[in-house]
């Protein structure tokens, strides 16, 4: 009896032990994951601290100032406000302060004979809309911004480069919003060449421009885009083009291999073919962007239009669209939704038909089948539909496409039904 007593005991000693070990190693566990939260917010910075230390072993006062303001934000959203205080207050001290006589305090590059500015910053809101691709351009986009957020540790393992995207296709198909898109995603501000106030026509300007815009988005933390790229980039055996256009290219290139391997640049053309050979190597990442297919355009649709419609009428509209750039369907909505404000109606299927039909004149990328149906009468845009789609162009849906009741529609899709008096 007493040795069970004893036995018990022991057990619930044993069972104490345990339980003290258990919490101690668990506490352990703990402290060892604070260290490594606490050290994976020291060094997610370095990237940003060797970009200061660099400016400041080469005295460019305008890459410390940026850079170190960046920092502060990044350690502000990070929750480390008192960091943030003391780097700020840092910056404001020093803002009175002697510089080298060499190096002056950048703003905004500007041409030297105009006075014209090379740059402007774009806003965005900090919820863009959704950006529609196919899945792999998609892909494509988002290896491109997690490269671009994982610099600081391509730059310790030494692979580190120029993050450079150029981007191509016809007008309207977003690449514009994919620059904005980029610089959201990552956080920074995005900066456009004006082409107009680079390219000038003092000999030998043009390149100095290139030079400005290109150091100033070395020396500060921003995304770089460089709209209607083909102005800069044409092809140097183009025989229509001046001896100092041609010189153009070679300062860009010059000057695109400087970059440091913190500079993200964005560039953007209509025109692929007029680019010289030597532009495409230089850049890491070829984005072809595409009118969109008819999910994406199902897709945008129903991301532009703003309110609730059926889905028979967004597939109507998907079919209608074909040939049709994002922007275009972007336009059409934004034109709706501007009337049903002013008007207080909620548009009907026949009023966006119209706004597609107006919008299709002037569209250079295709519409075809929009293109068509403009040239025709009602009467005759009932049958071509019809034998288009006969079950989605039912005479009820081309009623409402039409603006007629659905007797009539019926009747002007049967065979033999005459042309005239529509």
């Given at each position: 009896?007493?040795?069970?007593?004893?036995?018990?005991?022991?057990?619930?000693?044993?069972?104490?032990?345990?339980?003290?070990?258990?919490?101690?190693?668990?506490?352990?566990?703990?402290?060892?994951?604070?260290?490594?939260?606490?050290?994976?917010?020291?060094?997610?910075?370095?990237?940003?601290?060797?970009?200061?230390?660099?400016?400041?072993?080469?005295?460019?006062?305008?890459?410390?100032?940026n850079y170190t303001a960046y920092l502060a934000e990044k350690l502000e959203e990070g929750g480390d406000?008192?960091?943030?205080?003391?780097?700020?207050?840092?910056?404001?001290?020093?803002?009175?302060?002697?510089?080298?006589?060499?190096?002056?305090?950048?703003?905004?590059?500007?041409?030297?004979?105009?006075?014209?500015?090379?740059?402007?910053?774009?806003?965005?809101?900090?919820?863009?809309?959704?950006?529609?691709?196919?899945?792999?351009?998609?892909?494509?986009?988002?290896?491109?911004?997690?490269?671009?957020?994982?610099?600081?540790?391509?730059?310790?393992?030494?692979?580190?480069?120029?993050?450079?995207?150029?981007?191509?296709?016809?007008?309207?198909?977003?690449?514009?919003?994919?620059a904005r898109h980029i610089a959201n995603t990552l956080g920074l501000r995005l900066f456009v060449a004006?082409?107009?106030?680079?390219?000038?026509?003092?000999?030998?300007?043009?390149?100095?421009?290139?030079?400005?815009?290109?150091?100033?988005?070395?020396?500060?933390?921003?995304?770089?885009?460089?709209?209607?790229f083909d102005a800069i980039a044409k092809l140097r055996d183009d025989s229509h083009e001046l001896g100092?256009?041609?010189?153009?290219?070679?300062?860009?290139?010059?000057?695109?291999?400087?970059?440091?391997?913190?500079?993200?640049?964005?560039?953007?053309?209509?025109?692929?073919?007029?680019?010289?050979?030597?532009?495409?190597?230089?850049?890491?990442?070829?984005?072809?962007?595409?009118?969109?297919?008819?999910?994406?355009?199902?897709?945008?649709?129903?991301?532009?239009?703003?309110?609730?419609?059926?889905?028979?009428?967004?597939?109507?509209?998907?079919?209608?669209?074909?040939?049709?750039?994002?922007?275009?369907?972007?336009?059409?909505?934004?034109?709706?939704?501007?009337?049903?404000?002013?008007?207080?109606?909620?548009?009907?299927?026949?009023?966006?038909?119209?706004?597609?039909?107006?919008?299709?004149?002037?569209?250079?990328?295709?519409?075809?089948?929009?293109?068509?149906?403009?040239?025709?009468?009602?009467?005759?845009?009932?049958?071509?539909?019809?034998?288009?789609?006969?079950?989605?162009?039912?005479?009820?849906?081309?009623?409402?496409?039409?603006?007629?009741?659905?007797?009539?529609?019926?009747?002007?899709?049967?065979?033999?039904?005459?042309?005239?008096?529509?």
């Amino acid at each position: 009896m007493l040795d069970r007593r004893t036995d018990s005991v022991v057990c619930r000693r044993s069972g104490y032990r345990l339980t003290i070990k258990l919490f101690r190693l668990i506490i352990v566990v703990n402290r060892l994951k604070m260290s490594y939260i606490r050290l994976m917010s020291e060094t997610k910075y370095m990237s940003e601290v060797f970009r200061i230390v660099a400016g400041a072993l080469r005295l460019d006062v305008n890459k410390v100032r940026n850079y170190t303001a960046y920092l502060a934000e990044k350690l502000e959203e990070g929750g480390d406000a008192p960091a943030a205080n003391r780097l700020r207050k840092l910056l404001a001290e020093t803002d009175h302060q002697l510089q080298p006589a060499h190096v002056a305090t950048r703003t905004m590059p500007v041409d030297g004979e105009t006075r014209f500015p090379l740059l402007e910053t774009v806003g965005y809101r900090n919820i863009e809309p959704e950006l529609v691709l196919p899945q792999e351009q998609q892909d494509l986009v988002e290896e491109f911004i997690s490269v671009a957020k994982s610099r600081a540790q391509l730059e310790q393992e030494d692979v580190s480069t120029p993050l450079t995207l150029l981007v191509y296709g016809p007008p309207g198909c977003g690449k514009s919003r994919l620059a904005r898109h980029i610089a959201n995603t990552l956080g920074l501000r995005l900066f456009v060449a004006r082409l107009d106030g680079l390219i000038s026509s003092y000999l030998g300007s043009t390149a100095k421009n290139i030079r400005s815009v290109f150091e100033f988005g070395a020396s500060t933390p921003c995304v770089l885009f460089l709209d209607e790229f083909d102005a800069i980039a044409k092809l140097r055996d183009d025989s229509h083009e001046l001896g100092e256009l041609k010189r153009v290219v070679n300062s860009f290139l010059q000057n695109l291999d400087a970059l440091g391997s913190e500079s993200i640049v964005l560039a953007a053309t209509n025109h692929p073919q007029l680019l010289d050979a030597a532009v495409w190597r230089r850049f890491s990442y070829c984005l072809e962007m595409q009118l969109p297919t008819a999910p994406a355009r199902h897709k945008l649709w129903s991301l532009f239009l703003g309110r609730d419609v059926g889905e028979t009428d967004r597939e109507i509209l998907t079919d209608l669209s074909e040939g049709l750039s994002g922007a275009d369907i972007r336009e059409v909505c934004l034109h709706l939704r501007r009337r049903t404000i002013a008007m207080r109606m909620e548009p009907t299927l026949k009023e966006t038909f119209t706004n597609l039909l107006r919008i299709a004149g002037g569209s250079p990328n295709g519409a075809k089948l929009l293109r068509g149906l403009r040239e025709m009468e009602p009467k005759r845009r009932a049958r071509t539909l019809r034998q288009r789609n006969a079950t989605l162009y039912s005479s009820a849906h081309l009623a409402s496409l039409l603006g007629k009741s659905k007797a009539t529609a019926h009747r002007w899709t049967q065979k033999g039904a005459s042309h005239k008096n529509a």
